[in-house]
């Protein structure tokens, strides 16, 4: 009752503030996703080094975080990916000889671990592109906001009183039926909310869809980084909800494929 409890007051002391800075848009979005990729980074930092199965891996710092960074602020790139490779490349010639007594050996593992972690908590550099207000793509933001918003807690409290049939190993609690009912409330919800925000009704009946899908797939992959990793939440930033991955996981996944629906029309 208590995480109840705290979950709704932590969305309603939350949810203004981000509707304000996506509001804003600018620098100041762009600003916040910084912040939130910064801090999702050092939550898997942490439970990286808090895992047993991984503590002997440790995230490469010096290169995650500058290199996510980069990515929020100029946009990710091909040079930028080859850029992290080429730099843990060059880390391991330095480092990955070295004892452990004299320090923790930079091992094979751990690179994979920092290309994998800076490539995942990089898709925060896919908002501002989204909520640019140089095009149209301003208005599918918040659709996909809105649509990511409405498909998780209808598939949470549809799946709580219909649900019996498990989604994935990954997460008991998700059932099929709770997937069914967060999909089709993003495919009903999405022609309402375009007609709202003027937009084209088949794009966004797609988009709906799309959202539907690719907004769960986010959740269990960081089901799947909790259960490897033998951990409950990744933070506990936001009481409640647990840390800021555990809470932007659906969107951030959602913003992968709105792009691509956008892209191909």
Not at 74 to 89: D, E, K, R
Not at 171 to 181: C, D, V, W, Y
Not at 241 to 261: E, Q
Request: aromatic share 10%; with cysteine; proline share 6%.
């Amino acid at each position: 009752m208590r995480r109840i409890e705290a979950r709704v007051w932590t969305a309603l002391a939350g949810i203004p503030v981000v509707l304000l800075l996506v509001a804003a848009g600018g620098l100041w979005f762009r600003g916040f996703c910084l912040l939130l990729a910064l801090i999702a980074m050092r939550e898997l930092q942490r439970a990286f080094k808090s895992s047993g199965d991984y503590g002997r891996a440790p995230l490469v710092g010096e290169v995650a975080y500058p290199a996510t960074a980069y990515a929020v602020c100029f946009g990710p790139s091909a040079l930028w990916a080859i850029s992290i490779v080429v730099a843990l490349g060059i880390l391991a010639v330095l480092f990955g000889g070295r004892e452990e007594q004299n320090g923790p050996r930079l091992s094979l593992a751990s690179l994979c671990t920092t290309l994998f972690c800076t490539f995942y908590v990089s898709l925060f550099a896919l908002l501002p592109p989204l909520r640019s207000p140089a095009s149209s793509s301003s208005k599918w933001f918040w659709l996909v906001l809105l649509l990511v918003w409405t498909g998780d807690t209808l598939a949470y409290y549809g799946g709580k009183r219909f649900g019996k049939h498990p989604l994935s190993p990954l997460s008991p609690k998700k059932t099929r039926e709770g997937f069914l009912i967060g999909l089709l409330a993003t495919t009903l919800a999405a022609p309402l909310l375009a007609h709202l925000f003027h937009l084209p009704t088949e794009r966004a009946l797609a988009m709906g869809a799309v959202v539907g899908i690719a907004a769960p797939v986010g959740d269990l992959l960081e089901s799947f980084l909790k259960r490897e990793l033998g951990v409950k939440d990744l933070g506990n930033l936001l009481p409640g909800h647990g840390g800021v991955l555990d809470r932007c996981d659906s969107l951030l996944f959602a913003a992968f494929a709105a792009l691509l629906v956008l892209g191909a029309h």
